[in-house]
């Protein structure tokens, strides 16, 4: 079973149809309203698995619970950001938090230590214990400017985590695609990215990749079906069309070379 387009164009690589583990994009809601909810559900479910309330805008945003069900319906993951989950964890409130994702209705929860450290033994018996009701995705790196990770713990933690009960586990960059896998410019830290990519599934890491030329990046890198997040709302369509060749950045791509 393949998508099915509005014209069927020779050279458009296969994308894989959900439920995927390859090719997943990772949404970022900042706090839209279920009326913007429902437009983004009509116009780009089909390519959305995972939708994250970012950071911590599901405290304070209204009918949360109802856009939960509406995310949820349209067959798509949703879960908070892991700088909440880092609030509740900070304040020692870890079973708060369980409490809290349970009663807005979320399978899926993230575990992050990108603000705050916690201890990566300590991360991995929360991912574990969160891993026995929910779908766990796990983030790596920190969400400081000039803070370097090597390479080989950058790799030994996704794997500890991915052992620990990660479904999935997240390359940091934040919201603004300018730490962790990123240079402050917005450039790719290549051989961060080459060393993780050469030791760890590439189904099992989603790449955040909040700018265009990030998305542009990976999929030159590994194809149309890598997995990327914090996508914004209004680029899921356009970051498809970068997926199949159908933007300038990505044109050709995919076409055979006597084509360019």
Not at 49 to 56: S, T
Not at 58 to 66: G, P
Not at 98 to 103: A, E, G, H, L, T
Not at 124 to 150: A, D, P, Q, R, W
């Amino acid at each position: 079973m393949a998508i099915i387009y509005n014209s069927q164009l020779a050279h458009i690589p296969q994308r894989t149809i959900k439920p995927r583990n390859n090719g997943v994009t990772m949404v970022m809601d900042k706090g839209i309203s279920t009326r913007q909810a429902e437009d983004l559900i009509a116009t780009s479910s089909d390519y959305v698995d995972f939708v994250k309330l970012g950071f911590g805008t599901s405290i304070i945003s209204k009918n949360v619970k109802e856009k939960v069900k509406l995310y949820k319906e349209a067959g798509i993951k949703v879960y908070v950001g892991g700088t909440l989950f880092e609030a509740f964890a900070i304040r020692n409130k870890f079973d708060e938090y369980v409490k809290y994702i349970s009663d807005l209705g979320l399978d899926t929860a993230e575990v992050s230590d990108g603000s705050i450290t916690i201890e990566h033994e300590l991360k991995c018996e929360y991912i574990n214990k969160l891993s026995k009701n929910f779908t766990v995705l796990s983030e790596v790196g920190s969400k400081e400017e000039g803070v370097i990770i090597h390479p080989q713990r950058w790799i030994k933690m996704m794997e500890n985590e991915l052992k620990a009960g990660s479904t999935k586990v997240i390359a940091e960059a934040r919201e603004s695609g300018t730490v962790g896998i990123f240079h402050k410019n917005g450039s790719a830290h290549t051989m961060l990215i080459n060393k993780i990519a050469n030791k760890v599934k590439l189904e099992n890491i989603i790449w955040e990749t909040p700018q265009k030329s990030q998305q542009v990046y990976f999929i030159k890198m590994f194809g149309a079906n890598v997995n990327v997040g914090n996508i914004g709302v209004d680029d899921v369509i356009p970051l498809e069309t970068l997926r199949i060749g159908l933007r300038g950045d990505t044109f050709f791509t995919f076409l055979p070379q006597t084509n360019n």
